[in-house]
């Protein structure tokens, strides 16, 4: 059996907008919990963000956390001591022994939060 190879090969870019690395603080409230997270990336659009996982409650968070469901993210951005709420819709899950990482899409974003990500991404130029 023979295989043919492509000719040429063409990248294709599935997000709209470049995401930005970073470490922010976050909370989500997952099942009544209050889980503490770092968002590891932003974009306008998204974010990926990152749970520290120890034992059970890793076990727990992960059979309780479902692709598609929508969370409310509290994010605390570093030019104010206000935490902004953004509704964010959980696109992926992946997992290892120490973390959870969560890929997530922004819904509904008000004026606010778009105008505080943005400045955010703004001044990590």
Same mark, same amino acid.
Do not use: W, Y
């Given at each position: 059996?023979?295989?043919?190879?492509?000719?040429?090969?063409?990248? #294709?870019?599935? @997000?709209?907008?470049?995401?930005?690395?970073?470490?922010?603080?976050?909370? !989500? #409230?997952?099942?009544?919990?209050?889980?503490? +997270?770092?968002?590891?990336?932003?974009?306008?659009?998204?974010?990926?963000?990152? !749970?520290?996982?120890?034992?059970? @409650?890793?076990?727990?968070?992960?059979?309780? #956390?479902?692709?598609?469901?929508?969370?409310?993210?509290?994010?605390?951005?570093?030019?104010?001591?206000?935490?902004?709420? +953004?509704?964010?819709?959980?696109?992926? !899950?992946?997992?290892?022994?120490?973390? +959870?990482?969560?890929?997530?899409?922004?819904?509904?974003?008000?004026?606010?939060?778009?105008?505080?990500?943005?400045?955010? #991404?703004?001044?990590?130029?």
């Amino acid at each position: 059996m023979f295989l043919s190879f492509p000719k040429t090969v063409e990248e #294709m870019k599935v @997000r709209p907008d470049q995401r930005r690395s970073c470490a922010l603080p976050a909370m !989500i #409230m997952v099942s009544n919990d209050i889980v503490d +997270i770092i968002i590891v990336d932003i974009s306008k659009d998204g974010c990926q963000c990152v !749970i520290q996982i120890s034992g059970t @409650r890793g076990e727990m968070l992960q059979k309780i #956390m479902h692709v598609n469901s929508v969370v409310d993210l509290m994010v605390n951005f570093p030019e104010t001591k206000e935490r902004l709420k +953004i509704a964010g819709r959980i696109r992926n !899950i992946g997992s290892d022994a120490e973390k +959870i990482s969560i890929g997530m899409q922004f819904e509904n974003l008000t004026p606010e939060a778009r105008t505080r990500i943005e400045g955010f #991404m703004a001044k990590m130029g």
